[in-house]
Each structure stands twice: as C-alpha cells, then as structure tokens.
C-alpha cells in the first residue's frame, strides 16, 4: 500500500494563502482518484475537494468552494490543495486519502469510507 505524506501546514492570518502537499509513494498514484479532507478535534472528518486520475474533474466542498483549488501532477505523484482568503473556520487537521474506486457518481467521492489510504495529517490554523 502507497504511503501518503501530507505537508505545508502552519499558522495563517486569515485572508491569507497556504499550499498543502501530499506526495505518494508507490507507482498507484496515477491510478487513483484524490481527496483532501480535515478535521476538528471533537469533530467527525470533512470532505473538502477530490480530483479525478487526470486532474480532469474535481469538485469542493460549499464551504470553500471558489477558495481553495485542487490540482495533482502524476509525474511527481503529487497532489496538492491551494487555499486561498482562509477563514478561521478553515482551522483543522487536513488529510490527504487516496481511492482505486474510479467509477463514483455523484458525492462517492465526498465519503470518507470510499476512501482506503490515508496520510498522517498537517495542521492549519487560521487565527489573528
């Protein structure tokens, strides 16, 4: 199984920028299907943005839909999750999760358990 390393968390004032990565070992990244997803301590897991095998397709979350924007380059097997004008409710654990299950329709993607791998988390906060 491809282990997935998460990094570019940090402290932000909100309104500002921050790139997540997420690099995958392994040669089944470019097979996969991508999501990013955080969490709140207390809190269940979020779904946040998911981008298909191609970087073709992708789609957020409302809450930070035309904020932050994902995008993968197959060549480096990385994905990453630009956030942009962040909020302090954008404070949280993201998650990067990887899923072979490419033929999802409509909020497959969205679900947490139609995910199988996961990385080990980096911590946003958004605070002034």
């Known amino acids: 199984q491809e282990q997935l390393v998460e990094s570019g968390g940090g402290l932000m004032q909100p309104g500002g920028s921050l790139t997540l990565s997420c690099v995958a070992s392994?040669?089944?990244?470019?097979?996969?299907?991508m999501g990013w997803f955080r969490q709140v301590p207390g809190k269940e897991l979020e779904f946040v943005a998911y981008i298909s095998q191609s970087g073709g397709t992708t789609d957020y979350a409302d809450s930070v839909k035309g904020r932050f924007t994902v995008s993968r380059d197959n060549s480096k097997n990385t994905v990453t999750l630009q956030m942009n004008d962040v909020k302090p409710d954008d404070t949280a654990v993201y998650y990067c999760a990887a899923t072979p299950f490419t033929a999802g329709t409509g909020r497959f993607y969205f679900r947490t358990t139609n995910y199988v791998n996961w990385g080990q988390g980096t911590q946003v906060t958004v605070s002034s």
């Open positions: 392994g040669r089944a990244f470019s097979s996969n299907i």
